[in-house]
């Protein structure tokens, strides 16, 4: 029996069961590729989607239980958002496959605390595991996107 | 398409036998006929500035990359080079990956189309040099014939070609004249003090948009019309077979397509990963452990102890000299230093797990995946098909991280789905996915290796006689790279360190002992545990001798003539300055891999009973720079890998079975705890080295260092942290 999701701003109909979690949903029926698998049990952040603004591991999220909320994904951040044009400014991505998992969590502490410290950054990355090791640009480009001056932020966003 | 010729199975022995007899690997001489081999049946066709470039009719820049990118930044590195000596717009330049192709995209290091052994810039400096430079040429030829001018009046910046009368055209205006151009065979490179991008932080990554937004390829993201997703039960115990399984309950899953046998395990195939993923968990099989390895890890580092000891005879296995001078035999007095130092298997675990598409018919076989070794995937896929290995067609997406594990002699995982293909067969696509679990307990692990070392210090405190035992398991033994004299995966950083070099006798001795267990390269192989014993063995000796650590090595260096390590030596004290707070101790550590030095000065306290890892200050001699934020990246990373492990790195078998199936038991580095990592190159106008995976093995030893500074105990066993 098709459900109803909301993703991205729009209403979507889906087809999975009711217990499949959101990131297969997203992936494979929806194909939006952008939320990552990574270990399944919440522990690396590569699946990381907004569900009604809060950074959340879409690999434990069934969509049976996602009617009426608000997903955002990756690709529905509003055109380039001032973390990816810091992404880029910092060269943070190396094999790149994290990335939209750090950028989800990043973009939700940026929505609640526009100027995190070092210690709001260290708590609200730390459950994004990147095996390459970007650990010191991602904090790097979270200050570079939380200094820019709100003009440029609005230009960018 | 039918055309395919079919050679029998034992056609592609004897092509393998060519592989294995025209060496493969980096050191590895005769290999002229290998590539020859391999790209029969491959499309050689390419455009009028040959195979490695080519230029849009609006004049953006196309390079192609015979390396896969799997995070290290060769794509930027080598389209710079071209781009350098094209004097291209580097802001119209991209980077797209080469198809595989033995014969012209050969790794000119290895013998093989491959990435590995941080070899991506070194092994294409100068076939990239002349790439961009020819290409400038026929720009200028065709501009000096536009114009009726000298050509070498003419000067080209920034995809721009002029001449002091004025005259100017972009090489999108030049691009008709200059395809009829014949590129020069020689053409004349730049004097490397002209350079004007490559050695600037201009040179930055090409793929940071694509990858901030979502929008990379990676296996993972592929999709194709009718395509399945294959999942596969493998054995729990390495050399398990299956004896029987009951797919009952995997069949009632909705999705699920079919269940068969495979050499591996047994496959599911449903129409998506969830499908694929709960039929999979659903399988009953019956494993038949007769040539399983079905000891603990702790069983076979017990067997590894008492080998090094002497208290087990070696049997069967024998002791294998790496390096000796001198007399083996130590001398009667002496101060006398013992050391052993153990090491865990450990998995690459990147962020991607494995996986391949694979499309098998009547037609040339079709992989996507992230190809490390496209020539070792050409020729298994070959074997399991039946044709010629240069008519398997690869796609090479980005590879979700790698550090060594997409490149396995029996392309283990391609392989795998290529059986699934095959059988389900007609060219359908099939997605094979690794589950976190299959990756993590799947094997190609670093080597459990044992260093067990005794030096006997002379009258002046410098190291009389080193002796210096290795218990390893083989990377090397029934590849196709094998049969050398030694194994030297196993023994690189102990063979050849400028201490050994300094000590009149030396007695290195290698022993490696079998197991079912599958062993492989991870990110600087040898070095993950040669560096540590040689590092944390010289505080050691130091302190013995009651020296500082940096003079004692000072002098080691200077009595073996080692320059490059007694200049990054000298970078990395410059740099670091005055000593930190009360309650952080400092460590130091120096290594050369992959013809790259690189020094650590680590700065280390203790917190609640683990080791916090503040400001690590590095320095690099990796020869020319090409791109020095992509060094200081590879160090960043690759210093972050290394202290991975060495804080909580450990894959630890029970009964043969592995412990940590996922990220919650095998523990990795997160951003709280990753160091703040300071990287000086020191300037140098040589060929360039590696950059990859020498920012790996040091940091572990200097923070060994350091603790040893802090508790005056030494580091027995890695990793750090046991909970």
């Known amino acids: 029996m098709p459900m109803t999701l909301n993703i991205n701003g729009a209403d979507v109909s889906v ?20 939320a990552k698998y990574g270990c399944g049990i919440a522990q690396c952040g590569a699946c990381t989607v907004h569900l009604d603004g809060v950074a959340m591991r879409s690999c434990q999220a069934p969509i049976g239980t996602l009617a009426g909320v608000k997903i955002t994904t990756i690709e ?26 750090q950028i989800m969590s990043a973009a939700a502490l940026l929505a609640k605390k526009p100027h995190p410290s070092d210690a709001d950054i260290d708590a609200a990355m730390a459950g994004n595991i990147c095996r390459c090791g970007c650990y010191q640009r991602i904090r790097e480009a979270i200050n570079i996107a939380a200094a820019m001056p709100p003009a440029r932020r609005a230009a960018v966003a | 398409m039918n055309a395919l010729a079919m050679p029998s199975r034992r056609d592609l022995m004897v092509i393998a036998s060519a592989a294995a007899g ?15 081999i391999m790209s029969l049946g491959a499309d050689d066709h390419f455009g009028p500035f040959g195979p490695f470039l080519s230029i849009a009719p609006d004049g953006w820049v196309t390079v192609v990359s015979k390396h896969i990118e799997l995070g290290q930044g060769n794509h930027a590195g080598l389209a710079a080079i071209v781009a350098e000596e094209l004097d291209a717009d580097w802001n119209k330049v991209k980077v797209v990956q080469a198809p595989a192709n033995t014969k012209v995209y050969e790794n000119l290091g290895m013998g093989a189309q491959g990435t590995g052994g941080s070899s991506a810039i070194n092994n294409s400096w100068d076939q990239l040099r002349k790439v961009g430079a020819a ?61 004007t991008l490559i050695g ?97 890890s702790e069983t076979i580092l017990a067997a590894y102890k008492d080998l090094a000891s002497g208290r087990e005879s070696p049997g069967n296995l024998r002791w294998q000299s790496f390096e000796a001078h001198g007399q ?49 995937d050409q020729l298994n896929t070959a074997m399991i098909v039946g044709c010629l290995p240069g008519q398997v067609q690869i796609e090479t997406l980005f590879a979700g991280g790698s550090f060594g594990r997409r ?62 035992r290795i218990v390893t398991q083989s990377i090397m033994k029934g590849s196709p790279m094998g049969g050398g004299k030694i194994d030297g995966t196993a023994v690189e950083g102990a063979m050849g360190s400028p201490y050994l070099d300094a000590t009149p006798n030396v007695d290195g001795q290698l022993i490696q002992p079998d197991s079912p267990v599958t062993v492989l390269w991870w990110r600087s192989v040898g070095a993950t545990h040669t560096a540590f014993a040689m590092e944390h063995t010289i505080d050691q000796l130091a302190r013995a001798a009651g020296k500082d650590p940096a003079d004692y090595r000072r002098a080691l260096y200077q009595n073996a003539g080692a320059d490059r390590h007694l200049a990054v030596l000298d970078m990395v004290l410059a740099k670091a300055g005055p000593a930190p707070t009360k309650g952080w101790a400092r460590g130091l550590a120096i290594h050369e891999s992959f013809g790259s030095v690189v020094g650590q000065m680590a700065e280390v306290k203790l917190e609640g009973g683990e080791p916090k890892v503040g400001r690590v ?26 202290l991975s492990a060495a804080l909580y790195g450990a894959i630890t078998l029970k009964d043969g079975i592995v412990e940590q199936k996922n990220f919650d038991a095998y523990r990795v580095l997160r951003i709280h705890e990753a160091p703040r990592v300071e990287t000086y190159i020191i300037p140098s106008q040589a060929h360039p080295s590696g950059v990859g995976e020498p920012g790996t093995p040091v940091i572990a030893p200097a923070v060994a260092n350091a603790l040893l500074a802090l508790t005056g105990k030494p580091t027995t066993r890695l990793p750090f942290v046991t909970t």
């Open chain 2, 407 to 468: 490149a396995t002699f029996k392309s283990d995982y391609v392989s795998e789905c290529v059986h699934i293909a095959k059988h389900v067969g007609g060219g359908r696509p099939v997605k094979l996915v690794w589950a976190r679990e299959d990756d993590m307990t799947g094997g190609y692990y670093r080597p459990l290796t044992h260093h067990a070392v005794r030096v006997t210090l002379g009258a002046d405190g410098y190291p009389e006689h080193w002796r210096h």
């Open chain 1, 15 to 34: 087809t999975a069961a009711p217990e499949t979690p959101l990131l297969w949903v997203l992936r494979d029926e929806l194909q939006l590729t952008g």
């Open chain 2, 328 to 376: 083996a035999k130590p001398p009667a007095g002496g101060k006398v230093i013992e050391a052993s130092y153990d090491f865990p298997y450990l998995a690459h675990a990147p962020m991607e797990p494995m996986n391949c598409v694979a499309e098998i018919g009547d037609g040339p076989p079709r992989i996507t995946t992230g190809s490390q070794i496209p020539t070792m």
């Open chain 1, 76 to 101: 529905g951040l509003k055109g380039l958002n001032p973390l990816q044009h810091a992404w880029v400014e910092a060269d943070v991505p190396q094999c790149g496959y994290c990335q939209s998992g």
């Open chain 2, 135 to 195: 290409g400038r040429a026929m720009f200028v030829t065709a501009a000096a014939g536009r114009w009726s001018v000298k050509p070498e009046e003419i000067t080209v910046k920034d995809s721009i070609v002029s001449h002091p009368s004025g005259k100017q055209a972009s090489f999108a205006e030049l691009l008709a004249d200059a395809v009829k151009v014949a590129p020069p065979a020689s053409p004349t490179l730049k004097d490397p003090r002209t350079f």
């Open chain 2, 200 to 296: 600037t932080d201009r040179v930055r990554r090409k793929d940071a948009g694509l990858k901030a937004t979502g929008t990379a390829q990676y296996t993972q993201d592929v999709h194709r019309p009718k395509m399945l997703t294959a999942m596969v039960a493998h054995s729990p115990r390495f050399g398990g077979k299956v004896k029987s399984f009951d797919d009952g309950a995997a069949r009632k899953v909705p999705g699920v397509v079919d269940v068969f046998q495979i050499p591996t395990g047994v496959a599911v195939t449903a129409e998506n990963t969830w499908a694929a993923r709960q039929g999979r968990d659903a399988l009953k099989v019956a494993w038949d452990d007769t040539k399983a390895e079905t000891r603990s």
């Open chain 2, 22 to 36: 025209g060496g493969l690997l980096i050191g590895c001489s005769p290999k002229a006929l290998l590539p020859d």
């Open chain 2, 617 to 642: 200050v590095t320095a690099i001699d990796c020869g020319r720079a090409v791109s020095p934020d992509q060094i200081a990246a590879q160090m960043e990373g690759g210093t972050c890998y290394g």
